[in-house]
């Protein structure tokens, strides 16, 4: 689970609640990234996969309100979180009964994410992973 820390230094953004914003939380979590990279990549899929998982499972109000992105990178790893006001049970539901319908979102996560978990509460859930990064992945570590 982020550590206090980790959460003080994320950069956040707010995200409408439509499919369209799935595109802007990608870019706005990977531009601290070299483009290209490993970590590049899976971030991007990892956003698309939590935000859609977020999305699929919003309240009966899905075109309003706001998806919250937050990333930060520090320790050599990439720490996201998506949050959203959708309800514990939803998600929990995404996660045993995805069926052929559905995508296999989480299941990405699990697979590709170094570390990941949810954060449930009567407010809302978030989703949350790490990707491990090497020397070329970040901006920041380019330069040397």
């Known amino acids: 689970m982020p550590t206090d820390q980790a959460k003080a230094a994320m950069r956040r ?3 409408d609640r439509r499919p369209e914003e799935v595109a802007a939380a990608r870019r706005f979590v990977v531009s601290s990234l070299v483009r290209g990279s490993e970590a590049w990549e899976t971030a991007q899929l ?23 992105v937050g990333y930060t990178l520090g ?11 959708g309800g514990p049970a939803r998600l929990r539901q995404r ?21 990941w978990g949810v954060r449930e509460s009567s407010a809302g859930r978030t989703i949350w992973f790490e990707v491990e ?12």
């Open 13 to 15: 953004r707010r995200f």
């Open 95 to 115: 996660i045993h009964d995805a069926g052929p319908a559905k995508g296999h979102g989480l299941e990405l996560v699990q697979a590709l994410a170094s570390r």
């Open 75 to 85: 320790g050599g790893r990439l720490l996201v979180e998506v949050s959203d006001d």
């Open 46 to 68: 990892l956003v698309s996969e939590t935000m859609t998982s977020s999305l699929d499972r919003s309240g009966p109000d899905s075109g309003s309100g706001t998806l919250e």
């Open 133 to 144: 990064l090497t020397g070329r992945d970040s901006r920041a570590q380019k330069t040397s």
